[in-house]
Structure formats: C-alpha cells, structure tokens
C-alpha cells in the first residue's frame, strides 16, 4: 500500500483535457479506494472462496466456491460463481500457495479510431480473476491467498492451515482453525456430562465448575461468524488451561485419561503468551489440534462404560 499523498485532477474553465488527465483522475478513485480497503478491512477472503482439492484419472484439479476477497493492493476480486481450475503438479516438492488473482485485460470487441490517424485501439478494459499456484515463499500483491497445498511425489494434498482474512460481516470468512476449537468444545461437554452420570464428581468442585462454564461461555463466544484467527487462538488456549485444571485432580476412571492428563499437562505448559505472534500461536495450535484424537476416544470409552459405573 502507497503511503504517498494522493493527487486529484483539479479541472477550470478553458481546461484542454487529454487521456493522461482522465487516467489520473480514474487512477486517483482507484488508490483512494484500495486504501480505505486495506485501513477499514486489510486484506485476504472477506467470504466464500474455500477451496477443495480433487483427483480424476491422475489429474488434479480446485473447486474454488464463490466469494469475495481483497487483494495486498486494496483491490477488491469477485468470484461470482463456484469454477473448477485444473491443476499442473508442480515438479518440485514443497509448499505452495493457489491465489486468485485480479487481472485486467483490454477488450478487443469495442475499439475506437485514433484522432486523425488510420490506427484503433480497444476502448475498454475488463477486470476478472484467475486463480494460479506459486510456491510459498512467493507473495504477489494483487492476489487473495486462497489455501496451501503440499507438493511431494507427484501427490498434491490440500494443507489445511488458515490463509489471510478479512472483513468485518457478519459473513466473514470462516478459519480452519474453527472446527477443530468447536470440536474440542464438544468433546469435553460429553466427557463431562458423562462422568456426572457417575459417582466420581458427584460432589461439585471449583475446577469442575470452571471449565463446565469455560465451554459454555466459549461455545456462545463462537456462535458469530468469521471470529478472528486471533479470538481462536486465545480461546484455544484459555480453554487448555481450564481443561489441565479439570482433568488433573480426577480420580482415576479409565486409563486414557490418565494418559490424556500428560498430554494436557504439556501442552498447557507450553501456551503461548499474548504478546506472542500468530507464526507462535499457530505452530501451539498443532499441539492443541492433536489432543482430539485421543479426547474422542476417551468420549466413546465413556459412553459404553458409564452404565456400569453408575
């Protein structure tokens, strides 16, 4: 984003106008726009445009839905419909990143005579998008990140790590991270109401209480859409510290959760602080994420066993 003062057309009376005026003043509403697009929504998806990956006859391809995004430019990109890109498999492995970009192109079907001269030129320019692959390390300024893809082998497999988001909708992109906060918040308001079935929390303790409201309070905090990376990452980890402090003084019931303590114990020891960078909070994440398996199956181990511990 220019942080140049911005020069407007100032017109009089007996001004000669020239294409060179009527592109700066086209360029002026341009820049003005993309700038209040950066300082009012920065940038990356405002809704709609997930991506999933397919496979046919060994060939790979996106299906990019509809939505709405704005570029590292300010410039805003539409997709109005969902499409289906085919993909090229890159020949190197690693990282890479699908954009959709904002492209501008003249339009050869409504051109005008030059003044005075035998020459036409294209009267119009149309702007659309096109969705291209480029390697993680590349960040093109007039595109919208759409997902992460790994490369290796000749194997293409969608990264499912979130990308840039913007806007302040009601309809704002939603994040991978979501979910797998969502889950977790399932998860144990199961494990929970299953083990006060039985006798083991039969007396209510302070902690108990705690990480019940916790998960409550957390649960009605997700309910709005496009809830920011950030709110996801402090909730995952508040919600670590209420769960190490109820799981932690259970009695033992069933040895997962005796196994599940450790895994709770370290990673709530390693929460990030709040002054610390999302590349911090989202590398915690991938701890965090890891404790659903083993939550689930402590989930159904309960669910079959609680009759018999009534």
Known sequence: MSEQNLIRLRPFEGLCLTAGDLLDEQNYQRANRQRHNLYMHGHGVVQGLQVAIGQSRKKYHAVIEAGYGITGMGQAVLLAEPVKVPLEVPKKDGEYMLWLFHVEEAVDGDVRPVFDTAETQPARIMESVAPRLHSIEDEPADAVALCRINVRLGRMVQVRLPVPRCGRQSRAAESYLKPRVVEFIRVNKT?????FRTALLKELGISVQAFQSALVSSEFLLIEEGTSDRV??????????????FYSPLPKTIERIEKFKEFVRRVNAEVPGTDQGDEVWLKWFDKFE?????????????????????
Do not use: C, F, M, W
């Open 191 to 195: 494990v929970v109401q299953n083990l």
């Open 232 to 245: 996801l990452y402090r909730v995952a980890g508040s919600l670590i510290g209420y769960a190490h402090d």
């Open 290 to 310: 890891r404790l659903l398996q083993p939550l689930g199956k402590i989930s159904d181990e309960l669910e079959k066993t609680v009759e018999a511990q009534r």
